[in-house]
């Protein structure tokens, strides 16, 4: 059974830093590129970073450009995103999501981890 | 940047009937979008990909057609578990989405 944990998240103040992680099981996790995309309270899907399989293509929604930072351990099925310099907007559920094409979208999703930023 | 328009926002049908969401494309995407279904507190599912195939376990009563900028979900006779908020998708950009909901 295929499986995408994220954990990592919580209540931030604005400027805050704080590092999500999600543990993948149940496919072959390097061989399949990741994102995260976030869900602000009541409103649509955003994409925010993508990694390919190797880790050599990344890329970032503008939004987050500078202040946020995905990574991955193929050694240890896991995605990161480390979020720094952290606004009100970015509170959201932040899902990690994974598919073996990017132009085929996300085959599998987690159960998403929530950021809130609020002093 | 590629903007993704859905319409309508809310789309009010009753059990049984037809379902027609739309997704334009500010700019050609090919055959390259993708669709998925979200319902309350749950993760998207993925329903269709490059445009007209769906995923694995999807349903046959779930279609999707078009190519460039104008394409098609279509629910062809309403389920009670079909009743969600469903989103078009092309690589980072996601349409608005558009709620089915019980008329």
């Known amino acids: 059974e295929v499986q995408l944990v994220e954990s990592g998240g919580g209540l931030v103040q604005p400027g805050g830093s704080l590092r999500l992680s999600c543990a993948a099981s149940?496919?072959?996790?390097?061989?399949?590129?990741m994102n995260w995309v976030r869900q602000a309270p009541g409103k649509g899907l955003e994409w925010v970073s993508y990694?390919?399989?190797?880790?050599?293509?990344?890329y970032y929604a503008d939004s987050v450009k500078g202040r946020f930072t995905i990574s991955r351990d193929n050694a240890k099925n896991s995605l990161y995103l480390q979020m720094n310099s952290l606004r009100d907007e970015d509170t959201a559920l932040y899902y990690c999501?994974?598919?073996?094409?990017?132009?085929?979208?996300?085959?599998?999703w987690g159960q998403g981890t929530l950021v809130t930023v609020s002093s | 940047e590629i903007v993704l328009t859905q319409s309508p926002a809310t789309l009010s049908l009753s059990p049984g009937e037809r379902a027609t969401l739309s997704c334009r494309a500010s700019q050609s995407v090919s055959s390259y979008l993708v669709w998925y279904q979200q319902k309350p507190g749950q993760a998207p599912r993925l329903l269709i990909y490059?445009?007209?195939n769906r995923a694995t376990g999807i349903p046959a009563r779930f279609s999707g057609s078009g190519s460039g900028t104008d394409f098609t979900l279509t629910i062809s006779s309403l389920e009670p578990e079909d009743f969600a908020v469903y989103y078009c998708?092309?690589?980072?950009?996601f349409g608005g989405g558009t709620k089915v909901e019980i008329k």
């Open positions: 149940g496919f072959t996790f390097n061989t399949y590129s």
């Open positions: 998708q092309h690589l980072r950009t």
């Open positions: 490059d445009a007209s």
């Open positions: 999501a994974s598919g073996r094409y990017w132009e085929q979208g996300f085959d599998y």
């Open positions: 990694i390919s399989s190797s880790r050599t293509t990344i």
